[in-house]
């Protein structure tokens, strides 16, 4: 089946959008928390002697992986709002929306399925996995409870990296493939197109 894909500035821009209106969101949910102010005021200290020259890089790294660590377990509630924010948006909402966040509607593009149909929950899970950072949210709110600093800190390193390896190839398949579906929307069985005028 032929569908009228969408460009690829309709798609950056709706992902913007939907960026923008995420951010707000979470602003709104985690600005109450105040978590971890305190470990905060650490890392700027620290970030602020580093950038004056009294203290090396090492003596900075040294330093602030303990503080980093110490701050992802105490903003545990707020990382587990994040994946459910981003799940709750871009799969559910955008499910229930006929495969449209705000940002694709105002663009006028949506999600479907191979077929062109609807795309189903399970569409739209697989494909917001890949492309919205979801995987090293929910490997960090994991791995927290379970991994050393030392290791924790590489594997979410490791993680990170591969998730935005995935990012960039997902970015050049859209702009060079000439059905522009990236990793992504293969691997979810999906395609954005056009809405129909």
């Known amino acids: 089946m032929i569908f009228m894909k969408a460009s690829f500035f ?7 959008i939907d ?11 985690t600005a109450s928390m105040n978590i971890g102010s305190d470990i905060t005021d650490d890392i700027n ?15 900075y790294t040294e330093k602030v ?9 105490r903003k545990l509630p ?3 709002a994040t994946v459910v924010v981003f799940i709750g948006y871009y799969v559910i909402f955008a499910y229930f929306n006929k495969g449209q966040t705000l940002g694709k509607k105002i ?48 594997s979410v390193s490791v993680v990170s990296v591969v998730e935005s390896m995935i990012l960039i190839i997902c970015t050049l398949m859209m702009l060079y493939k000439k059905d522009g579906r ?16």
Do not use: Q
């Open 10 to 16: 309709k798609r950056v821009s709706a992902y913007v």
């Open 19 to 29: 960026y923008i209106i995420i951010m707000i969101a979470l602003l709104g949910i």
């Open 45 to 59: 200290e620290l970030t602020n002697e580093y950038r004056n020259g009294e203290i090396t890089i090492e003596e």
């Open 65 to 73: 992986l303990p503080l980093n660590y110490e701050l992802t377990k």
């Open 78 to 80: 707020a990382n587990i």
């Open 107 to 154: 663009c006028k593009i949506k999600v479907v399925n191979i077929d062109g149909n609807k795309p189903s929950i399970w569409n739209m899970l697989i494909r917001s996995l890949f492309i919205y950072g979801i995987i090293t949210s929910l490997y960090s709110v994991i791995s927290i409870n379970f991994l050393n600093m030392k290791d924790f800190n590489y």
């Open 182 to 197: 990236g990793l992504h929307d293969i691997i979810a069985k999906t395609n954005v197109i056009g809405e129909e005028r």
